[in-house]
T-cell receptor
Framework: NAGVMQNPRHLVRRRGQEARLRCSPM?????VYWYRQLPEEGLKFMVY????????ESGMPKERFSAEFPKEGPSILRIQQVVRGDSAAYFC?????????????FGSGTQLSVL | SQQGEEDPQALSIQEGENATMNCSYK?????LQWYRQNSGRGLVHLIL?????REKHSGRLRVTLDTSKKSSSLLITASRAADTASYFC????????????FGKGTMLLVSP
């Protein structure tokens, strides 16, 4: 059973471009979280999704950021018109539908660098 | 604001010594979890303790929870160089749908 897969591992964008980060949860997991981590800091919650449904997006900026988790395919975190301040590691995590609010399984993250 | 706050921010010990990290939180919780992160990697779940539990063990790990003080501690006994990592506590406020909120972490360095 493959773990949580994130790609790309590293993403370089110039200011104003779009960044698309992908996350495939573990098999059988229908809930996905996205977190953002700045150097030397903890994880900041962004959004919590179930397939075809956003459960909690209170941590996601209203402008430029969006997330989806379609019925088929990976979850996508999309950042439009990136700025230098968006540079960070973005982590996706999934959990079992029968174990809500319990053990999260994390991917290895996408390191976004904005030039 | 962060729900969990770990202390110390950094801890440096020798192999064989015990390492203790603390976590404080602000609101009532359903459970508290500890995670480990190696540099440049995702977090790995270590242990979960529920609000009605006071202590839990897993191998060399011992976790305590004091809901009256809104605090938890993680003890790693007989530490090894391979334990070098950052350790984070995370709190879940509700059962069911709940956002897990992480602290800023304790960076542990275990020297051979």
């Amino acid at each position: 059973n493959a773990g949580v897969m994130q790609n790309p591992r590293h993403l370089v964008r110039r200011r104003g471009q779009e960044a698309r980060l992908r996350c495939s949860p573990m098999k059988g997991h229908s809930h996905v979280y996205w977190y953002r981590q700045l150097p030397e800091e903890g994880l900041k919650f962004m959004v919590y999704l179930q397939k075809e449904n956003i459960i909690d997006e209170s941590g996601m900026p209203k402008e430029r950021f969006s997330a989806e988790f379609p019925k088929e395919g990976p979850s996508i975190l999309r950042i439009q018109q990136v700025v230098r301040g968006d540079s960070a590691a973005y982590f996706c995590a999934s959990l079992e539908p029968t174990a809500l609010n319990e053990k999260l399984f994390f991917g290895s993250g996408t390191q976004l660098s904005v030039l | 604001s962060q729900q969990g706050e770990e202390d110390p921010q950094a801890l440096s010990i020798q192999e064989g010594e015990n390492a203790t990290m603390n976590c404080s939180y602000k609101t009532s919780i359903n459970n508290l979890q500890w995670y480990r992160q190696n540099s440049g990697r995702g977090l790995v779940h270590l242990i979960l303790i529920r609000s009605n539990e006071r202590e839990k063990h897993s191998g060399r790990l011992r976790v305590t929870l004091d809901t009256s003080k809104k605090s938890s501690s993680l003890l790693i006994t007989a530490s090894r160089a391979a334990d070098t990592a950052s350790y984070f506590c995370a709190t879940a406020m509700n059962s069911g749908y709940s956002t897990l909120t992480f602290g800023k972490g304790t960076m542990l360095l275990v020297s051979p």
